[in-house]
Protein backbone atom coordinates (compact mmCIF):
# COMPACT_ATOMS: atom_id res chain seq x y z
CA UNK A 1 0.00 0.00 0.00
CA UNK A 2 1.28 3.69 -0.71
CA UNK A 3 1.62 5.22 2.71
CA UNK A 4 2.32 9.03 0.75
CA UNK A 5 0.36 12.08 2.56
CA UNK A 6 -2.44 12.28 0.20
CA UNK A 7 -3.13 8.14 0.55
CA UNK A 8 -2.98 8.33 4.46
CA UNK A 9 -5.42 11.37 4.06
CA UNK A 10 -7.74 10.19 1.46
CA UNK A 11 -7.52 7.12 3.30
CA UNK A 12 -8.71 8.47 6.35
CA UNK A 13 -11.52 10.85 5.30
CA UNK A 14 -13.57 7.88 4.26
CA UNK A 15 -13.75 6.22 7.60
CA UNK A 16 -17.38 6.08 8.18
CA UNK A 17 -18.13 8.44 10.85
CA UNK A 18 -21.47 8.39 12.14
CA UNK A 19 -23.39 12.24 11.81
CA UNK A 20 -24.29 13.16 15.40
CA UNK A 21 -25.99 16.19 15.81
CA UNK A 22 -27.58 16.45 19.20
CA UNK A 23 -30.41 18.93 20.08
CA UNK A 24 -31.00 21.27 23.00
CA UNK A 25 -32.94 18.81 24.68
CA UNK A 26 -30.81 15.62 24.34
CA UNK A 27 -28.04 17.79 25.63
CA UNK A 28 -29.90 18.72 28.74
CA UNK A 29 -30.78 15.46 29.34
CA UNK A 30 -27.81 14.44 28.49
CA UNK A 31 -26.22 16.55 31.03
CA UNK A 32 -28.78 15.75 33.69
CA UNK A 33 -27.44 11.61 33.03
CA UNK A 34 -24.42 12.90 33.92
CA UNK A 35 -25.94 14.63 37.26
CA UNK A 36 -27.67 11.55 38.21
CA UNK A 37 -25.15 9.11 37.77
CA UNK A 38 -22.51 11.21 40.12
CA UNK A 39 -25.42 11.61 42.70
CA UNK A 40 -25.87 7.73 42.80
CA UNK A 41 -22.22 6.79 42.86
CA UNK A 42 -22.46 9.16 45.80
CA UNK A 43 -25.61 7.67 47.17
CA UNK A 44 -23.22 4.53 46.76
CA UNK A 45 -20.61 5.63 48.83
CA UNK A 46 -23.44 6.55 51.84
CA UNK A 47 -24.81 3.42 51.35
CA UNK A 48 -21.88 1.98 52.08
CA UNK A 49 -20.81 3.67 55.07
CA UNK A 50 -24.48 3.08 56.64
CA UNK A 51 -24.12 -0.42 55.81
CA UNK A 52 -20.32 -0.21 58.19
CA UNK A 53 -22.52 1.81 60.79
CA UNK A 54 -25.05 -1.21 60.47
CA UNK A 55 -22.65 -4.05 61.16
CA UNK A 56 -21.00 -1.65 64.31
CA UNK A 57 -24.31 -1.21 65.67
CA UNK A 58 -24.77 -5.32 65.62
CA UNK A 59 -21.76 -5.42 66.96
CA UNK A 60 -22.88 -3.61 69.75
CA UNK A 61 -25.96 -5.30 70.75
CA UNK A 62 -23.61 -8.29 71.23
CA UNK A 63 -21.52 -6.06 73.37
CA UNK A 64 -22.01 -3.31 75.43
CA UNK A 65 -18.86 -2.44 77.16
CA UNK A 66 -16.83 0.75 77.21
CA UNK A 67 -13.96 -1.16 75.06
CA UNK A 68 -16.62 -2.31 72.14
CA UNK A 69 -17.73 1.65 72.34
CA UNK A 70 -14.91 3.12 71.95
CA UNK A 71 -13.88 0.45 69.43
CA UNK A 72 -17.11 1.32 67.45
CA UNK A 73 -16.76 5.12 67.62
CA UNK A 74 -13.14 4.89 66.49
CA UNK A 75 -14.50 3.29 63.61
CA UNK A 76 -17.37 5.37 62.97
CA UNK A 77 -15.17 8.34 63.15
CA UNK A 78 -12.52 6.86 60.98
CA UNK A 79 -15.08 6.31 58.20
CA UNK A 80 -17.04 9.94 58.25
CA UNK A 81 -12.78 11.43 58.28
CA UNK A 82 -12.33 9.41 55.21
CA UNK A 83 -15.77 10.01 53.42
CA UNK A 84 -14.98 13.72 54.06
CA UNK A 85 -11.77 13.30 53.06
CA UNK A 86 -12.94 12.16 49.58
CA UNK A 87 -15.59 14.41 48.80
CA UNK A 88 -13.32 17.29 49.69
CA UNK A 89 -10.86 15.98 46.92
CA UNK A 90 -13.85 15.02 44.59
CA UNK A 91 -15.11 18.45 45.06
CA UNK A 92 -11.89 20.14 44.27
CA UNK A 93 -11.27 18.25 41.22
CA UNK A 94 -14.87 18.38 39.77
CA UNK A 95 -14.27 20.77 37.16
CA UNK A 96 -15.57 19.38 33.74
CA UNK A 97 -12.37 17.04 32.19
CA UNK A 98 -12.12 18.29 29.23
CA UNK A 99 -14.67 21.83 29.78
CA UNK A 100 -11.47 24.19 29.20
CA UNK A 101 -8.98 26.12 27.28
CA UNK A 102 -6.44 23.57 28.17
CA UNK A 103 -3.79 22.16 25.10
CA UNK A 104 -3.71 18.42 25.32
CA UNK A 105 -0.27 18.84 27.01
CA UNK A 106 -1.37 21.18 29.83
CA UNK A 107 -4.51 18.45 30.14
CA UNK A 108 -2.95 15.83 30.66
CA UNK A 109 -0.50 16.69 32.68
CA UNK A 110 -2.67 17.96 34.93
CA UNK A 111 -5.02 15.18 35.03
CA UNK A 112 -2.03 12.81 35.32
CA UNK A 113 -0.76 14.77 38.32
CA UNK A 114 -3.85 14.89 39.72
CA UNK A 115 -4.56 11.31 39.86
CA UNK A 116 -0.82 10.75 40.83
CA UNK A 117 -0.79 12.74 43.88
CA UNK A 118 -4.25 11.45 44.76
CA UNK A 119 -3.19 7.70 44.36
CA UNK A 120 0.25 8.40 45.97
CA UNK A 121 -1.68 10.26 48.90
CA UNK A 122 -4.12 7.88 49.20
CA UNK A 123 -2.83 6.23 52.68
CA UNK A 124 -3.45 9.54 54.00
CA UNK A 125 -6.99 9.57 53.20
CA UNK A 126 -8.13 6.49 53.05
CA UNK A 127 -5.82 4.57 55.88
CA UNK A 128 -5.01 6.74 57.84
CA UNK A 129 -8.22 7.76 59.55
CA UNK A 130 -9.24 3.83 60.46
CA UNK A 131 -5.58 3.23 61.94
CA UNK A 132 -6.49 4.74 65.85
CA UNK A 133 -9.45 2.11 65.58
CA UNK A 134 -7.47 -0.55 64.28
CA UNK A 135 -4.87 -0.52 66.81
CA UNK A 136 -6.99 -0.21 69.67
CA UNK A 137 -9.24 -3.23 68.76
CA UNK A 138 -5.41 -5.09 68.19
CA UNK A 139 -4.34 -3.72 71.61
CA UNK A 140 -7.43 -4.30 73.35
CA UNK A 141 -7.83 -7.62 72.24
CA UNK A 142 -4.49 -8.29 72.91
CA UNK A 143 -4.86 -7.29 76.33
CA UNK A 144 -7.95 -8.56 77.15
CA UNK A 145 -7.92 -12.14 75.68
CA UNK A 146 -4.39 -13.15 74.32
CA UNK A 147 -4.14 -15.80 76.96
CA UNK A 148 -7.71 -17.32 75.57
CA UNK A 149 -7.30 -16.66 71.76
CA UNK A 150 -7.75 -20.32 71.39
CA UNK A 151 -10.67 -20.60 72.58
CA UNK A 152 -12.56 -19.15 69.27
CA UNK A 153 -16.58 -18.81 69.66
CA UNK A 154 -18.38 -18.64 66.34
CA UNK A 155 -19.33 -15.77 66.94
CA UNK A 156 -15.02 -14.05 67.58
CA UNK A 157 -14.28 -16.39 64.52
CA UNK A 158 -17.03 -14.35 62.44
CA UNK A 159 -15.58 -11.26 64.07
CA UNK A 160 -12.11 -11.83 63.16
CA UNK A 161 -12.33 -12.90 59.93
CA UNK A 162 -14.27 -10.15 59.28
CA UNK A 163 -11.47 -7.94 60.72
CA UNK A 164 -8.86 -9.45 58.69
CA UNK A 165 -10.71 -9.30 56.08
CA UNK A 166 -10.99 -5.38 56.79
CA UNK A 167 -7.21 -5.38 57.08
CA UNK A 168 -6.79 -7.54 53.75
CA UNK A 169 -9.07 -4.91 52.01
CA UNK A 170 -6.69 -1.95 53.01
CA UNK A 171 -3.42 -3.41 52.44
CA UNK A 172 -4.56 -4.63 48.92
CA UNK A 173 -6.09 -1.31 48.21
CA UNK A 174 -3.43 0.72 49.00
CA UNK A 175 -1.12 -1.32 47.63
CA UNK A 176 -3.50 -1.19 44.28
CA UNK A 177 -2.93 2.65 45.03
CA UNK A 178 0.89 2.49 44.77
CA UNK A 179 0.89 1.02 41.28
CA UNK A 180 -1.38 3.32 40.04
CA UNK A 181 1.20 5.83 41.20
CA UNK A 182 4.02 4.59 39.68
CA UNK A 183 1.68 4.24 36.22
CA UNK A 184 1.14 8.11 36.39
CA UNK A 185 4.58 8.66 37.25
CA UNK A 186 5.89 6.61 34.02
CA UNK A 187 2.80 8.76 31.94
CA UNK A 188 3.96 12.08 32.74
CA UNK A 189 7.59 11.11 32.07
CA UNK A 190 6.66 9.78 28.74
CA UNK A 191 4.63 13.18 28.13
CA UNK A 192 7.64 14.70 29.38
CA UNK A 193 9.78 12.67 27.32
CA UNK A 194 7.58 14.25 24.45
CA UNK A 195 7.90 17.80 25.11
CA UNK A 196 11.97 17.20 25.03
CA UNK A 197 11.47 15.91 21.47
CA UNK B 1 -28.69 34.17 31.69
CA UNK B 2 -31.25 33.14 29.10
CA UNK B 3 -29.19 35.04 26.24
CA UNK B 4 -25.91 32.83 27.32
CA UNK B 5 -27.86 29.42 26.75
CA UNK B 6 -29.42 31.07 23.27
CA UNK B 7 -25.37 31.79 22.76
CA UNK B 8 -24.29 28.49 23.56
CA UNK B 9 -27.07 26.76 21.99
CA UNK B 10 -26.09 28.30 18.65
CA UNK B 11 -22.82 27.77 18.79
CA UNK B 12 -22.97 24.03 19.68
CA UNK B 13 -25.24 23.95 16.60
CA UNK B 14 -23.00 25.63 13.99
CA UNK B 15 -19.80 23.32 15.79
CA UNK B 16 -21.72 20.42 15.74
CA UNK B 17 -22.81 20.80 11.85
CA UNK B 18 -19.09 21.55 11.18
CA UNK B 19 -17.51 19.23 12.84
CA UNK B 20 -19.57 16.05 13.16
CA UNK B 21 -17.77 13.79 11.02
CA UNK B 22 -14.11 15.03 12.01
CA UNK B 23 -15.52 14.02 15.77
CA UNK B 24 -16.43 11.14 14.62
CA UNK B 25 -13.21 9.74 12.95
CA UNK B 26 -11.98 11.03 16.21
CA UNK B 27 -13.45 9.03 17.87
CA UNK B 28 -11.64 5.42 16.37
CA UNK B 29 -8.44 6.89 17.42
CA UNK B 30 -9.64 6.80 20.95
CA UNK B 31 -12.07 3.71 21.17
CA UNK B 32 -12.31 0.56 18.90
CA UNK B 33 -15.63 -1.05 20.03
CA UNK B 34 -18.33 0.32 18.51
CA UNK B 35 -20.73 1.24 21.48
CA UNK B 36 -18.26 2.56 23.43
CA UNK B 37 -17.32 4.76 20.38
CA UNK B 38 -20.85 5.68 20.22
CA UNK B 39 -20.76 7.22 24.11
CA UNK B 40 -17.54 8.49 23.48
CA UNK B 41 -18.91 10.63 20.63
CA UNK B 42 -21.78 11.34 23.11
CA UNK B 43 -19.43 12.57 25.61
CA UNK B 44 -17.78 14.71 23.58
CA UNK B 45 -20.71 16.56 22.31
CA UNK B 46 -22.02 17.03 25.99
CA UNK B 47 -18.39 18.14 26.60
CA UNK B 48 -18.74 20.51 23.41
CA UNK B 49 -22.03 22.14 23.99
CA UNK B 50 -21.44 22.87 27.73
CA UNK B 51 -17.94 24.21 26.90
CA UNK B 52 -19.60 26.92 24.60
CA UNK B 53 -20.83 28.45 28.27
CA UNK B 54 -17.65 29.57 29.38
CA UNK B 55 -15.83 29.67 25.63
CA UNK B 56 -14.54 33.29 25.43
CA UNK B 57 -12.99 33.42 22.20
CA UNK B 58 -9.66 33.44 22.85
CA UNK B 59 -8.91 31.01 20.59
CA UNK B 60 -10.54 29.86 17.42
CA UNK B 61 -13.33 28.05 17.42
CA UNK B 62 -11.90 25.32 15.35
CA UNK B 63 -9.01 25.27 18.08
CA UNK B 64 -11.53 25.16 20.74
CA UNK B 65 -13.65 22.38 19.30
CA UNK B 66 -10.57 19.81 18.62
CA UNK B 67 -8.98 21.03 22.21
CA UNK B 68 -11.92 19.96 23.43
CA UNK B 69 -12.90 16.67 21.97
CA UNK B 70 -9.27 15.53 21.76
CA UNK B 71 -9.17 16.21 26.14
CA UNK B 72 -12.23 14.20 26.05
CA UNK B 73 -10.40 11.23 24.20
CA UNK B 74 -7.85 11.48 26.35
CA UNK B 75 -9.99 11.69 29.30
CA UNK B 76 -11.73 8.87 28.02
CA UNK B 77 -8.51 6.68 27.87
CA UNK B 78 -7.60 7.92 31.02
CA UNK B 79 -10.48 6.34 32.86
CA UNK B 80 -11.10 3.00 30.56
CA UNK B 81 -6.85 2.50 31.45
CA UNK B 82 -7.14 0.52 27.83
CA UNK B 83 -8.31 0.57 24.85
CA UNK B 84 -11.33 -2.24 23.85
CA UNK B 85 -10.31 -4.89 21.60
CA UNK B 86 -13.17 -5.34 19.86
CA UNK B 87 -12.94 -4.44 16.02
CA UNK B 88 -13.06 -1.41 14.56
CA UNK B 89 -15.15 -1.70 11.26
CA UNK B 90 -17.80 -3.85 10.91
CA UNK B 91 -19.87 -5.35 8.05
CA UNK B 92 -22.46 -1.91 7.59
CA UNK B 93 -19.47 -0.23 7.18
CA UNK B 94 -18.67 -1.73 3.95
CA UNK B 95 -21.72 -0.10 2.40
CA UNK B 96 -20.71 3.10 3.47
CA UNK B 97 -16.81 3.28 2.13
CA UNK B 98 -17.90 1.15 -0.99
CA UNK B 99 -20.48 4.16 -1.96
CA UNK B 100 -17.67 6.49 -1.61
CA UNK B 101 -15.31 3.91 -4.07
CA UNK B 102 -17.27 0.49 -5.14
CA UNK B 103 -17.61 -2.39 -3.46
CA UNK B 104 -14.16 -4.21 -4.66
CA UNK B 105 -12.00 -1.24 -3.39
CA UNK B 106 -14.39 -1.13 -0.62
CA UNK B 107 -13.25 -4.83 1.48
CA UNK B 108 -9.19 -3.65 0.61
CA UNK B 109 -10.08 -0.43 1.81
CA UNK B 110 -11.37 -1.63 5.11
CA UNK B 111 -8.62 -3.72 5.46
CA UNK B 112 -6.11 -0.42 5.19
CA UNK B 113 -8.24 1.29 7.55
CA UNK B 114 -8.69 -1.41 9.73
CA UNK B 115 -4.57 -1.39 9.86
CA UNK B 116 -4.35 1.98 10.29
CA UNK B 117 -6.44 2.49 13.18
CA UNK B 118 -4.66 -0.39 14.81
CA UNK B 119 -1.65 1.72 14.35
CA UNK B 120 -2.90 4.73 15.75
CA UNK B 121 -4.49 3.48 18.49
CA UNK B 122 -0.95 1.66 19.27
CA UNK B 123 0.28 5.54 20.01
CA UNK B 124 0.34 7.68 23.15
CA UNK B 125 -2.02 10.40 23.53
CA UNK B 126 -0.71 13.45 21.94
CA UNK B 127 0.89 11.41 19.12
CA UNK B 128 -2.25 9.82 18.74
CA UNK B 129 -3.46 13.56 18.49
CA UNK B 130 -0.89 14.78 16.30
CA UNK B 131 -1.51 12.80 14.03
CA UNK B 132 -5.14 12.41 13.75
CA UNK B 133 -5.12 16.30 13.29
CA UNK B 134 -2.66 16.12 10.60
CA UNK B 135 -5.27 13.75 8.72
CA UNK B 136 -7.39 15.58 9.06
CA UNK B 137 -5.29 18.31 6.93
CA UNK B 138 -4.40 20.93 9.46
CA UNK B 139 -1.19 22.53 9.75
CA UNK B 140 1.75 22.38 11.81
CA UNK B 141 0.84 25.75 13.20
CA UNK B 142 -2.88 24.63 13.98
CA UNK B 143 -1.54 21.08 15.49
CA UNK B 144 0.67 23.08 17.80
CA UNK B 145 -1.69 25.41 18.84
CA UNK B 146 -3.91 22.82 19.63
CA UNK B 147 -1.69 20.10 21.21
CA UNK B 148 0.27 22.45 23.32
CA UNK B 149 3.61 22.43 21.17
CA UNK B 150 5.23 24.79 19.14
CA UNK B 151 4.71 24.51 15.40
CA UNK B 152 8.27 22.89 14.66
CA UNK B 153 8.15 20.45 17.41
CA UNK B 154 4.21 19.52 15.91
CA UNK B 155 6.22 19.69 12.57
CA UNK B 156 8.69 16.96 13.45
CA UNK B 157 6.42 14.85 15.08
CA UNK B 158 4.39 14.49 12.36
CA UNK B 159 7.45 13.35 10.33
CA UNK B 160 8.56 10.87 12.55
CA UNK B 161 5.31 9.20 13.05
CA UNK B 162 4.44 9.58 9.33
CA UNK B 163 7.62 7.48 8.41
CA UNK B 164 6.68 5.08 11.96
CA UNK B 165 3.04 4.39 10.20
CA UNK B 166 4.77 4.00 6.99
CA UNK B 167 7.35 1.58 8.45
CA UNK B 168 4.81 -0.32 10.29
CA UNK B 169 2.71 -0.67 7.33
CA UNK B 170 5.42 -1.95 5.01
CA UNK B 171 6.58 -4.63 7.44
CA UNK B 172 2.40 -5.31 8.07
CA UNK B 173 3.27 -5.19 11.86
CA UNK B 174 -0.61 -4.49 12.91
CA UNK B 175 -1.54 -8.17 11.71
CA UNK B 176 1.31 -9.34 14.59
CA UNK B 177 0.21 -6.39 17.41
CA UNK B 178 -3.30 -6.56 16.83
CA UNK B 179 -4.33 -7.57 20.02
CA UNK B 180 -1.52 -5.76 22.01
CA UNK B 181 -1.88 -3.13 24.37
CA UNK B 182 -1.80 0.74 23.27
Sequence with gaps: MSTNTQSLKSLWQTLPAEKNVFSHEQMQQLAHQFQVKHKRRTLTEYLGFAALVGIIAYYLTQRSDWQALAASGLAIIGGIIMLWNYHRIAKANALPSSNSSET?????????????????????????PFVPFLIFVLAFRWSEEGATLTELTDFRVILLSFFAFIVASLIATMFWYFLNAARYQRQLDALDKFTRL | MAEK?????????????????AIGRLAYA?????EKRKDLVQDIHLELWRSFKIFDGRSSVRTWIYRIAHNTGASHILKNKRISQNSDLNIDDIGEIADQTNYVDAFERIDQLEQLMVLIQRLGPVDRQVITLYLEDLDATAIGEIAGISPSAAATKIHRIKYKLAELFQKGETHVHKHSKP
Design chain 2, 30 to 34: YERDP
Design chain 2, 5 to 21: TTSQDAQYDIAAVEFSD
Design chain 1, 104 to 128: TLEYMRRELTRQRDAAALAWKWYLL
